[in-house]
Every structure is written in C-alpha cells, then in structure tokens.
C-alpha cells in the first residue's frame, strides 16, 4: 500500500507525468540545500574578505555565524522569488535577457531584505530605526554601488545556469556539467 505522501499527486513536470507530493517536496529540499550551499560559499567568502580587511585594521573578529544564517534566510527568499518567476516573459528573447533582469532583480531584493532584517533586528534592541539601518558597503552611493556590483556578478552564474536549465532542460543540463563526456 503507498504511503500517504505517494497517494497525493503534485502538478505535472515537464514530460506531463504527475509527482507525488513526497516526490515534490523531495525535490524542493534538494533545490533549498544547493541554494544554500551556494550562498553559504558566497557569503563565507565575503565575510573572510572582510575579516582580512579588518585584520589590516587590527580588528580581529569573524562573523561566520553571520554567512551561515544569512544562506538559510536568503535560500529561502530564492524559493519564494523562483515561485514567482519573475523573468518568464523574457525567455522568449536572447537567453542573456532574463539572466540579466533576474539577477538584478534578486540583487535588489536581496538589499531590500538585508534592510528589513536589520531593521526588525534593531526594533527587538530597542533601536531607533536610523541607528538600525545598515551600512552597506562601508556606506555611501559608491559602497552600495560597489556592493550591488559584487552581488550582482556572484548571483549571475546562478541565473545563467536556472535559465539554461529551463531552456534545454535540467536533466540534460546535469547530464552536460556532471556526467561522462563522450570520446570525442
């Protein structure tokens, strides 16, 4: 007898078979863990970029604690954003054209929920909201810009590979990047 997860069908993948919700949720987690490992990587490496900084300052002090929560918080927000999918209607065009809209999307919102976090976080410390508002980039226009530049080049091989993806499938795709090449 299946199980109660096997028992409930998940809306059709690409080859109109239907998944089981087990199967559905199975592969959401997989989608959560890659998307945290990545921006855990990325995150780790800006905060030891900024702990070698800070050495040459003297200041002796790592946040990796900070790389660990910020992937999980931010996964998330790439789940709730891939949902939405907010580039579908530029696929119909030159590939570059949705990498680009979504990784500048995603760059944004990224910022905008780095805002919010801190913000809530100074409400729960009893902080004025101008005292919570982060410095971004050591602050200023040129540190926001520095920093969404930075962010925007980390987030483009995520969305040049999801859009590949979606355009020659992701199993082939897989296949492509992880299986045996032929002899030739």
């Not at 200041?59 to 929560?69: D, E, S």
């Not at 100074?122 to 226009?141: L, N």
């Not at 980390?154 to 090449?181: C, E, H, K, Y």
Request: proline share 4%; hydrophobic share 50%.
């Amino acid at each position: 007898m299946a199980n109660k997860f096997e028992q409930i069908s998940a809306p059709a993948n690409d080859d109109g078979a239907s998944k089981s919700l087990k199967e559905k949720v199975e592969e959401e987690f997989r989608t959560f863990v890659i998307l945290f490992v990545y921006l855990w990587l990325l995150f780790s490496l800006f905060v030891m970029n900024q702990s070698i900084i800070s050495r040459e300052e003297g200041i002796n002090f790592t946040m990796q604690g900070f790389a660990l929560i910020n992937a999980l918080v931010f996964a998330k927000v790439m789940m709730i954003y891939e949902l939405f999918d907010p580039g579908r209607w530029l696929r119909k065009g030159p590939l570059i054209y949705p990498i680009l809209f979504e990784t500048a999307l995603l760059t944004v919102l990224f910022f905008v929920v780095h805002v919010l976090e801190k913000l809530i976080e100074g409400m729960f410390h009893g902080k004025a909201i101008k005292d919570s508002v982060p410095t971004i980039g050591g602050g200023g226009v040129s540190g926001i810009a520095s920093a969404s530049f930075v962010m925007f080049v980390a987030l483009t091989p995520f969305f040049s590979l999801r859009n590949l993806g979606i355009v020659i499938g992701q199993d082939r795709l897989r296949a492509m990047l992880l299986g045996p090449r032929d002899g030739k």
